[in-house]
């Protein structure tokens, strides 16, 4: 199939329309909470203070200083504005993927295949918008074992059945996690929402995954091997970004922790890929941003040289979900000597 001009010009007119689409009212209403916080109230009062003091110092032949009372006290509001713009950002990221997700999707529909109805499209084994039943097995194959019904039971001695009932429902109808918490919340109320995400997430990621082995083999004679990749942000811990473009056999699953982001890329035979290591992408980083990632105590070990990244990932069994990787503490990896960094931390 050729892809000529008319579909490039489609192509663009079918972004335009996914940026123009529920992603604008997703993403302008946190856009317009942060302009009105940024120009408004505290920040507002705080400007208008700091210049009158410029003025004021400036009539006298004196500038300002950075321990002018003045100029700390708009400096600290600032900073706890743009931590609450900061969670508005967080807050909304969810939507706005799950909104990306959902627009590409029809756009990716519009583009395959064009001119072939679903009927067709399904005589020819395509479909869309169908759950995957290799996950979907492996999510009640999670939810039918003891150990879950366990880990439900520290929350509610007669929920069980709600709980399974909505992740099942939800992982077929392609919820996210945060929606079948809300649903879960909603109808268990003893359930806290945190950990109804963090199971829910954790299911799903899990799911995920089991299904992807039986997928991957199941291409055996055109794939190789897979390699780990983890998300490289300042919210991936040092255990995922160690094991970061670790190559894994066809039937290894990524092994996680809960809430985990780390997925991975198959290799076609004979197809090689270069990947940089997750050390070699922390070290390319500033110091300052290690800093951040790591913590201080850690950081300050790794640069006095008696731990290293790779000794972070520490692998575990979970009751549920089998065997899971962790970031190791320092004391784990250093017993008393860990004291030492701690304490100047």
Known sequence: MSFDVADALRTAQLVRELMEAQYTGA???VLQ???????????????????????????????????????RAAVADFNDVMMVNGRAVAGAADDIQRIAVDEAGQLVRQLALPGLDDRALAQIGVGWNVPDPEAVNALVGFVDDPAWAAQLA??????????????????VEGWG?????????????????????N??????????????????????DILESHIRIAALDDRTCLACIALHGTELKLDEQVVDHHRGRCTSISIVTGRGREMQSGEEWFEAQPEDRQRLIAGHANFEAMQAGVVRLRDFPERYDDPVFGEMVREASLSSRLGEEAREY????
């Open 27 to 29: 993403a302008g209403r």
């Open 33 to 71: 909470e942060i302009a009105g916080n940024s120009s408004s109230g505290i920040m507002q009062r705080r400007l208008r203070e700091l210049n009158a003091e410029a003025a004021r110092l400036a009539g006298l032949g004196e500038r300002l200083d950075p321990q002018n009372p003045m100029l």
């Open 154 to 171: 520290q929350y509610s001695d007669d929920g069980a059945a709600i709980i399974n009932n909505i992740a099942v429902r939800g992982f």
């Open 177 to 197: 996690p945060q929606r079948m918490a809300r649903e879960i919340t909603s109808a268990v109320e003893s359930v806290p929402l945190g950990q109804a995400d």
């Open 199 to 220: 199971l829910m997430r954790t299911l799903q990621i899990r799911s995920s995954e089991r299904a992807a082995v039986v997928h991957r083999l199941a291409n055996a």
């Open 342 to 345: 701690y304490r100047h931390g």
